[in-house]
């Protein structure tokens, strides 16, 4: 997709006329990790839309049914019925999302190896870098420590910021 020579959008600029936009997206370091963002988002956009989708799906038809005969707008039913009734779930999604982007490793492995200029480096792919390519494997596993308490930290900030009492049925 971004490869410089026979990338699909590449070729999409050169058919729209716009040849002077092309670019080597994963060489410039202004683009190379918003380019990997792009791809990271697309990866795991469906996942996170299943358990939205599946957590709204849970909510009894006859809460919006009592909302409407009561008035309320569709706004009013998302901030009153739909949100409440979600927040547990948005936490638990929440973690998955901060932890998986902080442990993040492969596709930046393989798109760029961290570069160009460490730009895209994350600390997983740095984490990498020590232990086995300079064999500083105090170091590296120091790393995986820091990883380990950021996690522990966010989900902690996640626990915080979703605190709610028990919703029932």
């Not at 697309?42 to 909302?67: D, L, R, V």
């Not at 930046?108 to 984490?127: I, W």
């Amino acid at each position: 997709m971004y490869n410089s020579e026979f990338g699909i959008l590449n070729k999409l600029l050169e058919t729209v006329g716009l040849e002077d936009l092309q670019h080597i997206w994963l060489a410039d370091k202004k683009l190379a990790m918003f380019c990997i963002m792009i791809v990271v988002m697309w990866q795991f956009i469906g996942y996170h839309m299943i358990i939205q989708i599946a957590a709204m799906k849970n909510i009894p038809e006859s809460y919006y049914e009592a909302a409407r005969i009561d008035g309320a707008g569709q706004w009013e039913q998302f901030k009153k019925i739909t949100f409440p009734l979600i927040k547990p779930i948005l936490k638990v999604d929440a973690v998955l999302i901060v932890t998986s982007a902080l442990k993040y490793y492969d596709l930046v492995a393989v798109m760029t190896e961290g570069g160009p200029d460490h730009a895209t480096e994350l600390l997983s792919t740095y984490m990498y870098y020590q232990g086995f390519r300079t064999l500083k494997y105090g170091y590296s596993a120091s790393i995986g420590v820091v990883l380990l308490l950021l996690c522990i930290c966010s989900v902690l900030l996640s626990n915080f910021i979703f605190r709610s009492e028990p919703t029932e049925y």
